[in-house]
């Protein structure tokens, strides 16, 4: 029986300039501005930004804390999509382990069971996603979010983790 109730918002994206690195670009990692303590290993495009906010667009400050029923997003600045027609396929697993090691969700294929198949490029520079703990059963030392973001039948992803609170 699982206490927790996770909603999940599989992706929010939004626009803005079009700015794509060329097909065939050099594996890179992260080196931009990654706050929150976020842990990622890009392979095939540079992640520039990685941090947290809450669902108003507030940013999350270093100690990661949130509240019960208040969403959390780790948001993304990814350049170097391999694009086809403009579009990129882009897939999300995402899985919620408590510091006592209960798994209380384990998503994979967010974006293709969200009906997204592809984004617009200019989309697929700003990667989201969403967590939110609505009961709170059990006090945890913290909240662990490891996640993956890939281009569909390339080999470019986005893997990492990130840990969070409850006040």
């Not at 909603?7 to 929150?36: H, M, Q």
């Not at 392979?43 to 941090?51: L, N, R, W």
């Not at 919620?96 to 490029?121: C, H, P, R, W, Y």
Request: aromatic share 12%; glycine share 6%; charged share 25%.
């Amino acid at each position: 029986m699982r206490f927790f109730l996770l909603f999940f918002l599989s992706v929010i994206l939004f626009a803005c300039e079009v700015k794509v690195n060329a097909p065939g670009a050099d594996n890179k990692t992260a080196k931009g501005k990654i706050r929150n303590g976020i842990n990622i290993n890009a392979k095939g495009v540079e992640v520039e930004q990685a941090f947290l906010t809450y669902e108003d667009g507030s940013l999350v400050d270093e100690t990661n804390s949130t509240s019960v029923n208040k969403k959390l997003k780790v948001n993304f600045v990814v350049k170097g999509w391999k694009v086809e027609n403009d579009q990129v396929a882009l897939e999300a697993n995402e899985k919620v382990t408590t510091s006592d090691g209960d798994v209380i969700m384990d998503e994979q294929e967010l974006f293709s069971k969200g009906g997204m198949q592809t984004i617009s490029a200019a989309d697929a520079e700003f990667p989201r996603l969403s967590v939110v703990i609505n009961q709170l059963p059990k006090l945890y030392d913290y909240y662990l979010v490891q996640f993956k973001i890939w281009n569909r039948g390339t080999d470019q992803s986005i893997e990492g983790y990130y840990k969070f609170h409850i006040n």
